[in-house]
């Protein structure tokens, strides 16, 4: 995440908190067999609809979830200012190919925020590789005061309920790391984001990517 993020001002947006996954648009895909709540609250605070991050929205049926961090340590920058930024378009990028950094989810110690719809592309992984049209992108708070162990536990839960219900196995639940980021602009290889940064280990998937993957499934 760009430094810009340390100085975010909130701004008087309405959200609706809302028990969902998706705003349910007709192309998403149905539940997979047996699949249950867990009742992960989640607040709907979607970037609106042909601005910003939508003004070029592309369809996607999720086949993967990438799981980041904000590297974002300023007071204050929680999941609810991420998603109140992300709906002004305060995220801009002169390099991928909307003009804008977009996820769908931002989790913290106590609540998650949705600001795309899942069955839409974000901007979050790798431009326009796989990690970008075939993934769920959710970011994981660190500012200041935010409980780590309880963003992993909050976030370990609405994978799990993205697995089921998008039939997504543990395989296919990656780091942004995983991605290769070839840039929009001039195609440039960046190479691959030490990203969520506290669980890799020198930059890698280890012991401690796979102990969050653990506690994926123990919620499945």
């Known amino acids: 995440m760009k430094k810009s993020l340390y100085s975010l001002a909130l701004a008087a947006i309405a959200t609706t908190t809302v028990i969902l996954l998706s705003c349910a648009a007709p192309s ?7 699949f249950q709540s867990s009742a992960v609250k989640i607040t709907k605070a979607l970037i609106p609809e042909g601005r910003f991050g939508r003004n070029g929205t592309r369809d996607m049926r999720p086949r993967y979830i990438t799981i980041h961090s904000t590297q974002n340590f300023g007071n204050g920058a929680d999941a609810r200012t991420h998603a109140r930024l992300l709906q002004r378009g305060g995220l801009t990028s002169r390099n991928n190919s909307l003009g804008y950094l977009t996820w769908h989810f931002t989790v913290d110690a106590g609540s998650v925020y949705q600001s795309l719809p899942t069955n839409e592309q974000g901007q979050h992984a790798d431009y326009e590789g796989n990690g970008n049209q075939q993934s769920v992108g959710i970011e994981m708070c660190e500012h200041r005061g935010n409980s780590r162990s309880a963003t992993v536990d909050r976030t370990a839960r609405l994978t799990a309920e993205l697995m089921r219900r998008y039939n997504i196995p543990a395989s ?49």
């Not at 998403?28 to 047996?34: M, V």
């Not at 960046?190 to 969520?196: I, R």
Request: hydrophobic share 35%; glycine share 8%.
């Open 172 to 220: 296919r639940v990656v780091p942004h790391q995983h991605w290769q980021r070839i840039r929009f602009s001039d195609g440039k290889d960046l190479g691959h984001k030490n990203c969520p940064h506290f669980l890799m280990t020198n930059g890698q998937p280890g012991a401690k990517w796979q102990a969050f993957i653990e506690l994926v499934e123990s919620y499945l």
């Open 28 to 34: 998403e895909a149905p539940p997979s067999a047996g």
